[in-house]
């Protein structure tokens, strides 16, 4: 708090402490002063600093300090006596070992008790923890660290840990007393044995802990393990590796998963690969792994790890060796999120800090357990690994959450804690609920760091950062056992097409290629003192390099054989052809005589037919002349009657109209009329007249005259059920002259017969007038029309004749034209067998002088060619051996000199021929892998002649991975230069402001980049690019 102007301190009537740990750690600077150490002097020799922006002095009151640091040396540097002199100096002694043993004894009776083992375990448990002890100091007065082993520091995490995974049992997973024992020396084995890196620190760990073992926990170590060595013989330190414990052995057991033994290596590794399978199908990334048993113990190793409560790993191996893949399987199997950080263009400290909070939030805000997957790669800044120590140290990361996010977080984890225990719940301050997040963090987050140990940056990180040894058990991947390589060329090499033998062959030089060239590059170490680091990238990339060499070259040698053996079919089968072409010429000759005949007669007779139909063709166009005009004059009569009848029919189609409307309750209304009105009477006189229906002889009320009435008579008319169908029927062709000149006479003329008029008496009558209006419109067309239709019978009575006779000459003229089509067909065919014969002849005769000329032009060439096509198949055989000794220059023997890269080609050779692996006797990487013209244009590019230049250019170029130039006299720099001048080539540093846009640009583009003075670090942008990750 600001108590006054200048001067700060705790609140009034407290004392605050400030504790500062790792005193010591800060590096030296120039001139071998330790700035932060100087700033604290500055404090504790005036009490103050002073404000950076306006030189205010700030005093600080009420405040204590307090250090704390580890002996110098290992990283930790000496403290000034200036700083010295303000402080107490309070050493803290190491524990004796009865306070050791007093503490582990108190730990493991009080698990034993717990899980409740029966007593004879509590006996045990106490022997555990004194060969723990004895194994921990052995430890720590033999494995000494040195340059090369920095990181062989122990202390009582170590010790800790072992005791830490005994208690991961229970007396499920340990049946007897014995099972605990192999339990104990796997645990001491995870602990101690994995982290070294000599065959000689390896071999006295298991020799030390199998005296302990005999010494403390009174059991013979061979019978202990008999199970894992072969019958009566001594366990070797190759046999435990069998030794494996693991919860994950049963997927289906209820959580907490138990601890187990695994006693059958292949069962598990059928579960392991089970378990990769199902990650593969739901990963955006699979992974295509080998689970030989070297992969097993490593996942089985880092799953122990992230089981264990606040527990990281730090997996050290080159390159390729499985680390990142191999956590990401484990903390799939265990259920846990993983997190990784993704390095960009722009990644600064910032970007990494927010990363962390967001894994530090998302790890404490759930109820699941997190991994943190974390690779030196990645290491864009120092500050980076700083971050790290503290969060492997203490959980968290000082000051890396401002206020608003700490509000956010006490927030969440108020949630959480109302859902605990209230034994377990905090006091609910902002101070108790963010010390409830680093707990939760401290325990549900596990840090796994992946490093390499090439290089010194390794050894001064860890001198640096001493929580990545302390807080850590790490795991060394050393290099790949000989089962590893077996396995995984056995797997790779499954779709290659070779013969059994042929292919265990080739397994057995892949693995011997691998370890040789380890050897050559210790010999080339301590020869030329310059490092060449051989990884299972490199194995992976001889298997796959080989593979696609193998196609490539079959291909090319195959289609060159096939040349040279087609041409030697043809050759054969131009002599075997010859004969039987002469046979051919005799017999086709006399054919073509015989046909050229036929064709003649059948000409002539085709010239006297064709005469005959000519004539016959003439006469009957004469005809068809005659016929067409009389067909014409029928036709102009025809129309002539139907323009007439087109005036009535359309009338006489009205009436009929009319009448279908009519129903017979309308007749019957007529019918039932007394007195029908005038022009009822009148249209039924009409139609009964044209019906020839005579009227009824009446006296006139009137004059008392006899006068004529067709009144009763059109009733009994109306009564006949078929009237109206008889009125449709009515034969209007016949109708009586009588009736018709009485129509005309009296109705038609007459002003009230017509049907409007008519409509106001009757509907029905309507109907009927205009039935009788239109019979009479049809009958004066017809007798019109009646002269005109005899004229037509008789016309086309005459086109008839006409046209009879004219079919008659029709169908003689068909006979004649097929019988002359007849001909004709002959003609053509025989014309076309005569000229098949022709140019069967004249084929015959070519085919016959080119066999010839053939056989006489290249009958020299069949023995060159003979001999090229053997020669061709013996090198496709040599294929197998020449290929793979090539794919084992391109991936191995790249940074190699020249002298030391034909000894080791010799060598591989000759374990070729020992094995009787077919390879070409007089082997040589540029006539095995070498294109002449290509290797042409190389050279005017400005690529020296000589044969090194030449087989480290093939190597560029067949190599799947980027090549990585060694070029102290710029050859290879002007070459390249040259070689891609017309692709557009772009040259690079890292050093340059702008390069990352420069090589975003020619990724998109698809043009080439030159990276020119790169040293010994690259920038964790390059990562993705150099392993190609395309998605």
């Avoid at 062989?152 to 099972?179: K, W």
């Avoid at 591989?908 to 021929?913: A, E, P, Q, V």
């Avoid at 998109?1004 to 964790?1020: A, K, R, S």
Wanted: hydrophobic fraction near 40%; charge should be neutral.
């Amino acid at each position: 708090d600001k108590r006054r102007k200048g001067v700060f301190g705790p609140p009034f009537g407290q004392k605050m402490v400030i504790y500062v740990d790792d005193l010591n750690m800060p590096m030296l600077e120039k001139y071998g002063a330790q700035p932060p150490i100087e700033l604290l002097r500055q404090w504790l020799d005036h009490w103050l600093w002073y404000d950076l922006k306006d030189c205010t002095s700030i005093k600080l009151v009420d405040t204590i300090f307090i250090g704390a640091m580890g002996p110098p040396g290992g990283g930790r540097n000496h403290i000034t006596p200036r700083f010295l002199r303000h402080l107490n100096l309070v050493s803290i002694n190491e524990f004796d070992d009865s306070t050791m043993s007093t503490i582990y004894n108190s730990i493991i009776t009080w698990h034993l008790g717990v899980k409740a083992f029966p007593s004879e375990f509590t006996t045990l448990g106490q022997s555990i923890v004194n060969a723990t002890l004895q194994i921990y100091k052995g430890a720590i007065k033999n494995l000494l660290p040195t340059p090369e082993k920095s990181h062989y520091l122990f202390n009582l995490r170590d010790f800790s840990r072992v005791i830490q995974g005994c208690c991961l049992s229970n007396t499920v997973s340990i049946e007897d007393t014995d099972a605990f024992r192999r339990l104990w020396v796997h645990e001491v084995f995870r602990v101690f044995y994995d982290r070294l890196v000599a065959d000689s620190d390896r071999d006295w760990v298991f020799t030390f802990t199998k005296e302990v073992t005999q010494r403390c926990l009174q059991r013979d170590f061979d019978v202990l393990f008999s199970s894992l060595a072969e019958k009566d013989k001594s366990v070797t330190e190759d046999n435990l590796r069998s030794l494996m414990f693991c919860d994950f052995a049963n997927p289906k057991a209820d959580f907490p998963k138990p601890y187990i033994e695994i006693k059958n290596v292949e069962k598990l590794r059928f579960l392991v690969e089970s378990q990769l399978e199902e990650y593969n199908n739901m990963s955006k990334k699979p992974m295509d792994l080998v689970m030989f048993r070297f992969a097993i113990e490593h996942v089985s190793r880092i799953s122990r790890i992230l089981k264990q409560p606040r527990s990281h790993a730090l997996l050290v191996g080159v390159g390729g060796s499985g680390r990142q893949s191999l956590t990401r399987l484990a903390a799939y199997m265990a259920d846990y999120v993983l997190f990784q950080v993704e390095i960009g263009k722009g990644y600064t400290s910032l970007e990494w800090r927010e990363d962390l909070k967001r894994i530090l939030r998302k790890s404490a805000e759930s109820e699941t357990h997190s991994c943190f997957l974390f690779t030196d790669t990645q290491i864009k800044e120092e500050s980076f690994l700083e971050d790290i120590n503290n969060m492997l140290n203490a959980g968290e990361v000082p000051n890396i959450f401002p206020l608003d996010e700490k509000q956010e977080i006490q927030d969440a984890m108020r949630k959480i804690d109302k859902t605990r225990d209230k034994s377990k719940q905090t006091d609910g301050t902002p101070l108790g609920l963010f010390n409830m997040f680093i707990e939760r963090v401290r325990d549900q987050l596990h840090i796994v760091l992946a490093m390499s140990p090439i290089g010194g940056a390794f050894r001064s990180r860890l001198r640096k950062f001493p929580s990545l040894v302390n807080c850590c058990t790490i795991d060394w991947f050393q290099a790949w056992p000989e089962d590893a390589l077996e396995i995984v060329a056995q797997r790779f090499l499954e779709d290659v097409e070779l013969s059994s033998d042929a292919r265990e062959g080739v397994v057995n030089l892949c693995k011997n290629f691998h370890e040789s060239t380890r050897m050559l590059s210790a010999k080339f170490e301590r020869e030329l003192g310059r490092h060449n680091y051989v990884t299972p990238t490199s194995y992976l990339e001889l298997i796959n390099t080989y593979k696609v060499l193998l196609g490539k070259c079959r291909d090319k040698v195959s289609y060159q054989r096939k040349r040279y053996t087609i041409g030697l079919e043809k050759l054969d089968s131009a002599r075997s052809q010859v004969s039987q072409m002469q046979s051919d010429l005799q017999a086709l000759q006399p054919q073509l005589v015989v046909a050229s005949k036929e064709v003649d007669e059948i000409m002539v007779i085709i010239e006297r037919d064709s005469i005959e139909v000519a004539k016959t063709e003439k006469v009957v166009k004469a005809e068809e002349v005659i016929a067409n005009e009389q067909a014409s004059v029928a036709k102009g009569i025809k129309d002539e009657c139907d323009a007439d009848l087109a005036e009535a029919i359309p009338i006489l189609e009205s009436a009929l109209a009319a009448l279908n409307t009519l129903t017979p309750s309308d007749i019957t209304i007529v019918k039932s009329m007394k007195n029908p009105p005038p022009g009822v009477r009148l249209v039924m006189e009409a139609v009964c007249i044209l019906k020839g229906i005579k009227p009824d002889r009446v006296n006139d009320p009137a004059t008392g005259k006899k006068v004529e009435d067709f009144w009763k008579p059109s009733q009994k008319l109306l009564g006949d059920m078929k009237f109206l169908q008889s009125l449709k029927d009515y034969d209007k062709d016949n109708v009586a002259p009588a009736y018709m000149k009485k129509i005309r006479a009296t109705y038609i003329p007459n002003p009230e017969f017509v049907p409007e008029k008519i409509r106001q008496a009757s509907n029905a009558a309507e109907g009927l007038c205009k039935w009788v209006r239109a019979i009479e419109a049809y009958d004066r067309v017809a007798k019109v029309v009646a002269p005109k239709k005899a004229a037509l019978a008789i016309a086309e009575g005459k086109f008839a004749e006409a046209q009879k006779s004219l079919n008659a000459k029709r169908a003689m003229l068909k006979e004649v034209q097929d019988k002359l089509q007849s001909l004709r067909d002959k003609f053509e065919e025989n014309t076309k067998k005569k000229e098949d014969l022709e140019v069967q002849v004249d084929m015959c005769a070519k085919k016959l002088a080119r066999a010839e000329k053939l056989i006489g032009g290249l009958g020299g060439e069949q023995d060159r060619w003979q001999h090229a096509a053997e020669s061709l198949g013996i090198q496709f055989t040599n294929l197998t051996g020449d290929v793979l000794v090539s794919s084992g220059v391109v991936a191995y023997l790249g940074a190699f000199t020249s002298v030391y890269r034909e000894g080791q080609v010799s060598d591989w050779l000759k374990s070729c021929r020992d094995i009787n692996m077919p390879a070409s006797e007089e082997f040589s990487v540029i006539s095995t892998l070498g294109d002449p013209v290509k290797i042409r244009s190389w050279n005017i590019c400005a690529l020296p002649t000589d044969q090194f230049s030449v087989e480290n250019a093939i190597v560029v170029s067949n190599s799947r991975r980027w090549p990585l130039m060694i070029d102290p006299q710029g050859q290879a720099n002007k070459w390249i230069k040259n070689m891609e001048k017309t692709s557009n080539l772009h040259t690079i540093k890292l050093t340059d402001a702008d390069y990352v846009r420069t090589l975003e640009n020619c990724i998109q583009f698809g043009t080439p980049v030159l990276l020119e003075d790169v040293g010994e670090e690259l920038d964790p942008l390059l990562e993705p690019i150099l392993l190609k990750q395309t998605f």
